[in-house]
């Protein structure tokens, strides 16, 4: 396997450290959403000069990177990895210094699940069944993560900016109010900080609203549709596991119902480092409805997974360890539409010195989200600083 420092070049690296440029007049910069898209941000702007204060609604930064590391499991409770060769995650992880922890996938071959029995996928099938997009030519590659999960590069973010960035967890703003020609950012805490611009690096639906109540205008982001997934990683002793689980995993074709499952990696045979000695590790992909999101527990979606496996493995053991996890609304649709109004809804906030940064507005995927957060970085230096001008109604 190519190794990880030939994936990405040192030259991307040195572009990405040159992206932002330290400013004469620093700024006051108000970053609404704590996950890797925000982060990005706040890095850049910090090594800009600027004053930054971030505000997370949750209890952890990251947002859909999450890795819990137990027993000698590597388990991704969000995004298992990145496409292989993504460049802007690469020049990245240069960067911060841990581009020697990328791994690549190991295992390549994919099945197909008919209702009866598995079939070989075609290379890049998988995915594409799956609506996932790779960087062009790369999809027979696979995907790449770090040695500790995904969760290394948030930690490594984290690091960088912990002196010199505000960060406020478990602070959800709840209002934007003007103040003069700045900003004032109001938390659930009641916390209250002036800035010059804000990015916001949330879901479609909560900036649209935030900005309904803030403004008062209408801008159409809250009329974005999204799709929501629970997640069910089961650990086992490779001896109560009575196939051979070669592969990366498999997909259920369309025309299957199986309990809403849409797809199972085998985690510790897809990347290396996964699971223990002599112990396996499978997640699960179920697309819930409204009602199962709300009120299943996490023992009907732990059985739901067993029977799952039972039916297309052959699989009847109890799993050594579960975990169980829900994403609302955690990948955006968008569509042409969607796309249309996020960009005039962009013109009229630039003017006002509000930008827009994530997967929710510029695509899917973790190297979508660093992209977007490289892009809003960058145009902070060119946005006006008027907070009271006026807001067009975008449709």
Same mark, same amino acid.
């Not at 590391?69 to 240069?94: C, D, H």
């Not at 490779?238 to 299957?256: A, H, I, Y």
């Given at each position: 396997?190519?190794?990880?420092?030939?994936?990405?070049?040192?030259?991307?690296?040195?572009?990405?450290?040159?992206?932002?440029?330290?400013?004469?007049?620093?700024?006051?910069?108000?970053? %609404?959403?704590?996950?890797?898209?925000?982060?990005?941000?706040?890095?850049?702007?910090?090594?800009?000069?600027?004053?930054?204060?971030?505000?997370?609604?949750?209890?952890?930064?990251?947002?859909?990177?999450?890795?819990? %590391?137990?027993?000698?499991?590597?388990?991704?409770?969000?995004?298992?990895?990145?496409?292989?060769?993504?460049?802007?995650?690469?020049?990245?992880?240069?960067?911060?210094?841990? !581009?020697?922890?990328?791994?690549? @996938?190991?295992?390549?071959?994919?099945?197909?699940?008919?209702?009866?029995?598995?079939? *070989?996928?075609?290379?890049?099938?998988?995915? $594409?069944?799956?609506?996932?997009?790779?960087?062009?030519?790369?999809?027979? @590659?696979?995907?790449?993560?770090?040695?500790?999960?995904?969760?290394?590069?948030?930690?490594?973010?984290?690091? +960088?900016?912990?002196?010199?960035?505000?960060?406020?967890?478990?602070?959800?703003?709840?209002?934007?109010?003007?103040?003069?020609?700045?900003?004032?950012?109001?938390?659930?805490?009641?916390?209250? *900080? +002036?800035?010059?611009?804000? %990015?916001?690096? !949330?879901? =479609?639906?909560? $900036?649209?609203?935030?900005?309904?109540?803030?403004?008062?205008?209408? /801008?159409?982001?809250? @009329? =974005? /549709?999204?799709?929501?997934?629970?997640?069910?990683?089961?650990?086992?002793?490779?001896?109560?596991?009575?196939?051979?689980?070669?592969?990366?995993?498999?997909? *259920?074709?369309?025309?299957?119902?199986?309990?809403?499952?849409?797809?199972? !990696?085998?985690?510790?045979?897809? #990347?290396?480092?996964?699971?223990?000695?002599?112990?396996?590790?499978?997640?699960?992909?179920?697309?819930?409805?409204? =009602?199962?999101?709300?009120?299943?527990?996490?023992?009907?979606?732990? +059985?739901?997974?067993?029977?799952? #496996?039972?039916?297309?493995?052959?699989?009847?053991?109890?799993?050594? @360890?579960?975990?169980?996890?829900?994403?609302?609304?955690?990948?955006?649709?968008?569509?042409?539409?969607?796309?249309?109004?996020?960009?005039?809804?962009?013109?009229?906030?630039?003017?006002?010195?509000?930008?827009?940064?994530?997967? =929710?507005?510029?695509?899917?995927?973790?190297?979508?989200?660093?992209?977007?957060?490289?892009?809003?970085? *960058?145009?902070?230096?060119?946005? !006006?600083?008027?907070?009271?001008?006026?807001?067009?109604?975008?449709?």
């Amino acid at each position: 396997m190519t190794s990880a420092m030939s994936m990405f070049s040192q030259e991307e690296s040195t572009r990405a450290r040159r992206q932002t440029k330290p400013q004469r007049s620093p700024r006051r910069v108000g970053i %609404v959403g704590g996950g890797i898209a925000g982060l990005v941000v706040a890095y850049r702007r910090m090594l800009a000069g600027d004053e930054v204060t971030l505000f997370e609604a949750n209890g952890r930064l990251g947002g859909q990177l999450w890795t819990d %590391v137990r027993n000698g499991f590597v388990v991704e409770r969000g995004a298992e990895g990145f496409a292989f060769g993504s460049e802007g995650i690469g020049a990245l992880a240069g960067e911060l210094g841990v !581009t020697e922890r990328i791994v690549g @996938q190991r295992a390549h071959l994919s099945y197909g699940f008919d209702g009866r029995s598995l079939g *070989v996928l075609e290379a890049g099938e998988a995915p $594409a069944r799956l609506g996932l997009r790779a960087p062009h030519g790369r999809r027979a @590659q696979g995907i790449a993560s770090f040695r500790g999960g995904m969760g290394e590069l948030v930690r490594a973010l984290a690091a +960088r900016i912990r002196d010199r960035v505000t960060v406020r967890v478990n602070d959800p703003i709840w209002q934007i109010l003007p103040s003069g020609s700045a900003w004032e950012l109001v938390a659930g805490s009641l916390t209250r *900080v +002036r800035v010059d611009s804000i %990015v916001l690096a !949330t879901g =479609a639906r909560f $900036a649209g609203d935030l900005l309904r109540r803030s403004i008062g205008q209408s /801008t159409g982001l809250e @009329q =974005a /549709t999204a799709l929501s997934t629970v997640t069910v990683s089961l650990a086992y002793a490779r001896s109560s596991v009575g196939v051979e689980l070669g592969g990366s995993g498999f997909v *259920v074709l369309e025309s299957v119902s199986l309990d809403g499952c849409r797809a199972c !990696t085998f985690s510790s045979s897809k #990347l290396p480092d996964r699971a223990p000695e002599g112990h396996v590790l499978l997640r699960l992909f179920f697309r819930p409805s409204p =009602a199962e999101l709300e009120t299943m527990a996490d023992a009907g979606w732990i +059985r739901r997974g067993r029977e799952v #496996l039972r039916r297309v493995l052959g699989m009847g053991d109890d799993p050594e @360890q579960a975990w169980v996890d829900r994403w609302p609304e955690a990948m955006a649709v968008l569509d042409a539409g969607q796309r249309q109004r996020v960009a005039a809804v962009e013109r009229t906030l630039a003017r006002r010195g509000i930008l827009l940064a994530g997967g =929710a507005f510029h695509g899917p995927g973790i190297e979508g989200a660093v992209r977007s957060g490289e892009a809003a970085a *960058v145009a902070l230096d060119t946005v !006006t600083h008027a907070a009271g001008a006026r807001c067009v109604r975008t449709k």
